[in-house]
């Protein structure tokens, strides 16, 4: 199939959550001390909330940005392309770069809403986190039906509140919680502890994937103090073995049959190698360690659970059947470093030269389709018009050019960035 | 090739060191303060030095017994194959095992030598390093010439005092040395400081590989106290690609281009994955990091550099021209758990029924041969008389049946030893 004719949903991009955001959805006693946004004196946007500053509003929102300016951080909202926070621009930008639908994970409040849990007034935490699954659910995603597949924010710090919100927000449509990929890491009871298990017994219940994307652990690959960022960048993707690694051997897949998670950002290459290796450990060491699947290996119970993501990924799409093909869904990441957006259709074409197209239909959208319950052929959207070039012929015109955005904070900002990472690894 | 036909070197197995090694090595003034074994009331053996007790002696030698009693560690000697601690009968394991030749890591000392480097008496440190290394390459390696490829701990806390013990044993033959996958886990100074040049510098002058293996970097991958030990089974060998990326990325590939690296027990079959997330990191980033390989790819680079090492691996073995057909070599793990001894060659032929033979050739003995400039083909041994069939027919006879050395101390070891790793997680 060539790059015109694809079908793309992205199943892990982000929002740069805009000023504002909170107005509408907060209730009227908490007004006062919702997050807000403010500009520092060197011109920075920070994000406020609790006393406490959030200095990172974009993590790393460089699309559109020449490479030699990538760095870590852009730190104000004129850094940044509008499409990264304001829905209308956004669309453009999925049209132009020929993405049909999107699945944004949160910006400021990290991956699983931990700035929000660190607050100790915890019916002002919960007010927040409803009001930002709100704004995501009706505002961001229902501004234009079908084209953004609606993600919440769990309630991290209660698996009871977690699963009533997770029942709400299905409610509204929502079948996808972020989630981290090591709640022991954050200060909360592991994955192998019955706390959660009422969270589990709702995303069953309500049909919803428990996305848990890279970096959500709050641990950084960083290997010493003095190292390249470059091998943490190399690291960082891999990370995710190892939830996927803890939750395949945990009780949580034993007890709950249904109970589904996707590895975002995860990549795929490492898949087969990976699904090798447990086989492996199952026969050399099950007879002592007491794993128990009930005749299945651990490659087909991990096939019943996990959804793995690939931005690119050629071993991966080689070796897609040793994967399973109904494990594999593309994303574009956009707007960070490792996006090749505008561009992805043609980069996944070329990558997939050789793949089937009931294959390649599968990974750039029917999978995350049927995964996250999501249609995005509504409201006279079909196939035929679904298609990248389509999509691209709706917003002709629409500027997608490379242009520095370079204020002169940014190279300060990259210099301030990686000291913290020293300071984290040496913590 | 079938299974009787291969020729098979092992770049990764294991010496139990037995008592008395140091006897014939250690100079006179220190005989009293060298290692040694001694029996506690419950009949495990341990090995004291400097005050301090080592109860693993064996570091999970678990050959020939039934699975159900893998668990973690045998603790005594009568616990434990014969062949793990003497020389003659672990040559007839390998012949018994089809292995022409094999390399062996140390056990007590931990993989770096990391227990000696803690004593505070650096003189005294330095002469059980060099008895040690002594014993190795005279004695266990040198009884039987061609069957062990000799391999010397590294001088751990002093660079330049390094740099010599390598010269020192590379006047020896020896063209091997263990060293940890991150001395700054360690508390040494990290991959990426001029401290080591030294060393760097001695191995490139002598030709001496720096073998890296699983576990080295005094880490585990636990993730979290209550996770089942299956969880740090699976992740242990991808840990290694931490190191991997550690190095390529680092200025000892620049500074020193003939260095090489082998990530022992490390797998392969993600490193195709690993190589194209290098490329993709250095395309998408070098631009504002900074790294340059001079024109270079990184996955060219890390085929100068690397050899990477297997104990079975079907995707590895399928993906082969993808990592580098001159930079794979199979290994055994003879003692440990993950090991196939003794039917090895076996596992080896199914997993590789398609690979031609010079491709085989080169994964089973020839790469062996060529990074660690290692000869097996001395003393009358031809590759004739080098195959599994032939040296199976040479040891007939010899009793490599599973059984039971269980003596009751076994399942409380296993107790014991799941503490201290939930202990470690927490620490």
């Known amino acids: 199939m060539n790059a015109e004719e694809l079908i793309m949903i992205s199943v892990d991009d982000h929002v740069v959550e805009p000023p504002g955001m909170f107005e509408a959805h907060i209730p009227e006693r908490y007004r006062d001390q919702a997050p807000r946004v403010r500009t520092t004196k060197d011109g920075s946007d920070v994000w406020t909330f609790n006393g406490k500053t959030i200095p990172n509003i974009g993590l790393n929102a460089v699309a559109g ?137 709702a995303v069953c219940d309500e049909d919803v994937v428990v996305s848990i994307h890279l970096g959500s652990s709050g641990q950084l690959s960083v290997t010493a103090p003095d ?16 939830a996927a690694a803890d939750l395949l051997w945990s009780r949580v897949i034993k007890k709950f049959p249904n109970i589904k998670f996707a590895l975002s950002e995860g990549g795929t290459g490492w898949i087969p190698y990976f699904l090798d290796r447990l086989d492996r450990t199952y026969d050399m060491h099950h007879l002592w360690t007491g794993q128990d699947f009930g005749g299945k290996l651990p490659s087909e119970v991990f096939r019943e659970h996990f959804l793995t993501c690939f931005i690119s990924d050629p071993v991966g799409v080689q070796l897609r059947n040793l994967i399973g093909i109904d494990n594999i869904a593309w994303e574009c990441d956009y707007p960070h470093s490792d996006s090749s957006w505008p561009n992805a259709p043609e980069e996944l074409a070329e990558v997939a030269a050789d793949v089937p197209d009931d294959d390649l239909n599968k990974i750039t959208y029917q999978n995350a389709m049927r995964w996250y319950s ?53 913590a």
């Open 65 to 201: 940005r020449p490479k030699e300016e990538y760095g870590i951080e852009p730190t104000a909202f004129d850094e940044i392309r509008p499409g990264t926070y304001d829905i209308h621009e956004r669309i453009k930008d999925m049209s132009a770069g020929g993405i049909l639908a999107s699945m944004n994970f949160p910006s400021f409040p990290g991956f699983s809403g931990r700035v929000f849990a660190a607050t100790e007034d915890k019916d002002l935490a919960l007010a927040v986190v409803r009001a930002y699954n709100d704004w995501h659910i009706d505002e961001w995603a229902g501004t234009y039906p079908g084209r953004i597949i609606p993600m919440a924010l769990p309630v991290l710090w209660d698996a009871e509140l977690c699963a009533e919100e997770v029942r709400r927000v299905a409610a509204k449509g929502c079948h996808s919680i972020t989630f981290t990929e090591n709640p022991a890491t954050l200060g909360y009871p592991s994955f192998h502890n019955e706390y959660w298990d009422p969270l589990w017994r």
């Open 227 to 242: 190292a390249p960022i470059d091998v943490m960048i190399t690291l960082q993707p891999m990370n995710v073995c190892q």
């Open 374 to 426: 999501f249609d995005p052929f509504v409201g006279g959207r079909t196939k035929d018009n679904g298609t990248v070039a389509a999509l691209r012929a709706e917003v002709a015109g629409h500027d997608v050019s490379i242009r520095s955005y370079d204020k002169g904070r940014f190279q300060k900002q990259v210099g301030i960035e990686m000291g913290k990472l020293a300071e984290q690894a040496t």
